[in-house]
């Protein structure tokens, strides 16, 4: 299903942006663009194999529907960017971005003793440089124009693109591990943990069963709405809310797929010298109820991850001109405000 849906969407988004050579000869012999620039300045979210439901905003602390979930206010990490927009429409324009969000959740904040004894955690950032086709339900107030001057007061907006992100999942080392093992940790600071392949990732010599190591580049599809309201001719506060579906299962390093089980063999590990990935590949090792501890993780979906932003944009008009007897002949009735 999530497949159908991808290649959906990017047959959609190829044919959104073919279009945009069309829309702008199918106006006016003297067509007006412009670009506005912005900062933005908000939170980012993730869903993965370390989070308890937590897009869930229903329900924050207990039961709904006989599901437990989490506290989705546990899971938020902040997040900024900027962007460039170029208008070309009366209602369309593309959008560039450059965003900068951190995500990151732990199994203590498990809503069943299961995922508590399953302890893991991690952190990550996420930088992602993105290119999104903008659609504004009630665009400029005069039909056919994209003069920044006849945008409407407030209009809501739905956005699809595609992007690409980068991260590194990291993980603190249990302070045991510090006094036990101090050839490899001299203190409890945060480790990365893509290099150590917490999921068999380099034991795969005579061991097929085991997967190759992830990139941490992998691609998005952002999709969202959001609300714009008009501060001043030159001046745009919008507030949005981006979903953004990915190619990845790693974000959090946690996928699972180790021939039909959940946890690497640790005496994989130990033939190969890697006491540090064992200990990060499992750390329910000694805990109370580890006999019904969590999968370490669910193949079967990837991880995704939000951004819910403000913006505050500029205008930057320089094919700005005075509205001559041509253009007032082109202009129509105004319906929005």
Known sequence: MLKKTIKASVCILIGLFACIP????????????YISVGGM????????DLDDNGFDFGNLWGQKSGQSV???????????????NV?????????????????????????????RTRNLHFRSPISELSAQWCYEFLGKRILYQARPDNRTKVSPYFFGGVAGFWFNPQAKPDKSWV????????????????????????LQSGRDYYQKPYSRFAVAFPVGMG??????????????????????????????NVAGTYYPNPN???????????LFSDRSAGM??????????????????????????????????????????????SIWW
């Open 87 to 115: 208008h070309f429409h009366q209602y369309m324009y593309v959008r560039f971005t450059l965003s900068q969000g951190f995500v990151g959740a732990h199994d203590k904040h498990g809503s069943t003793e299961a995922r």
């Open 268 to 278: 994989d590990f130990i033939q190969a010298g890697a006491i540090k990935s064992m």
């Open 179 to 202: 006094e036990r093992y101090p050839e490899l940790f001299a203190d409890d600071r945060w480790v990365n943990l893509q290099p150590l392949g917490t999921e068999g990732q380099f």
């Open 41 to 48: 300045l908000g939170v980012s979210h993730y869903q993965g």
């Open 70 to 84: 989490g506290n989705p206010f546990l899971l938020m990490r902040p997040a900024f960017g900027a962007y460039l």
């Open 227 to 256: 609300l714009r309201f008009k501060i001043t001719r030159e001046i745009d506060l919008s507030f949005e809310v981006g979903y953004r579906v990915t190619l990845t299962d790693y974000i959090d390093d946690v996928s699972g």
């Open 22 to 33: 069309s829309v702008l000869q199918s106006q006016d012999d003297r067509p007006y663009t």
């Open 288 to 333: 109370t109820g580890y006999e019904t501890r969590a999968n370490r993780g669910d193949p079967n979906q990837n991880d995704v991850y939000v951004f819910s932003m403000f913006s505050l944009g500029y205008i930057i008009d320089k094919n700005d001109r005075c509205a001559d007897g041509h253009d007032k002949r082109r202009k129509m009735r």
